[in-house]
């Protein structure tokens, strides 16, 4: 089962920040917060991912809340090339380098122009 | 650098055929692995491997078989192909570094079974 909760659509006006929330109530000490998009029919591509602190890189900030138990991923300038499916995925740092993330059924962001 | 290569992009098989699916990376990483997505579904894994030689079964491994003989490769084996497995089938790839694990991902291999 995803250790994820994410919804399950999201609308965003083009040119405004897009929030995407993700519940992860039960990570553990010692895993990650990866969040990844999948653009129709290509392959998911990494967007960002966070220990406790919050991160911040040249494609989006991650914001984790101080217990963990979730985060907000946030592209601050949404334009229609956004639009997507967002993956929300919890893993340790060895899942993750052996790629063995459990994908949930993410949230589509739609952004409208 | 071309990322992550998966051929063929699109194949048809009938029921009990086999076919292998090729993957290549030329980023020199450890780890590969491959996913299956089914329409309206997140991605699962099927099978990865953590270096040249060694494999493990993912969530979802019945009918399909790998081996890792070099590091730039990571084929996929269908056994006996099933309807079953119609799917879009994504390799990838990623190395451990401090606390950063990117995964690259190929652009997909788009398999119907009739």
């Known amino acids: 089962d995803a250790k994820t909760t994410q919804p399950t659509s999201m609308d965003c006006a083009e040119g405004r920040a897009a929030n995407l929330p993700c519940n992860h109530s039960?990570?553990?000490?010692?895993?990650?917060v990866y969040w990844y998009r999948q653009i129709h029919s290509q392959g998911p591509q990494y967007i960002i991912h966070g220990l406790k602190n919050n991160e911040t890189n040249e494609m989006a900030s991650l914001i984790i809340t101080e217990d963990r138990k979730s985060s907000t991923l946030i592209l601050p300038h949404a334009t229609l090339r956004d639009t997507a499916v967002y993956y929300c995925i919890v893993s340790d740092r060895y899942g993750g380098a052996t790629n063995k993330l459990i994908f949930g059924t993410g949230t589509l962001l739609a952004v409208q122009p | 650098n071309a990322g992550v290569t998966q051929t063929p992009k699109f194949q048809v098989l009938k029921t009990g055929q086999s076919m292998t699916l090729q993957c290549a990376q030329d980023?020199?990483?450890?780890?590969m692995s491959w996913y299956r997505q089914d329409p309206g579904m997140g991605l699962r894994l099927i099978h990865y491997s953590v270096g040249a030689g060694i494999t493990d079964q993912g969530e979802v491994p019945n009918g399909y078989n790998v081996s890792r003989s070099t590091t730039e490769d990571f084929p996929l084996r269908l056994l006996s192909a099933a309807p079953s497995q119609t799917s879009v089938y994504f390799c990838?790839?990623?190395?451990?570094?401090?606390?950063?694990?990117?995964?690259?991902f190929g652009e997909g291999s788009w398999l119907t079974v009739v």
């Open positions: 980023m020199n990483h450890e780890y």
């Open positions: 039960t990570i553990s000490g010692n895993e990650y």
């Open positions: 990838a790839s990623s190395y451990l570094s401090g606390g950063r694990n990117t995964i690259y």
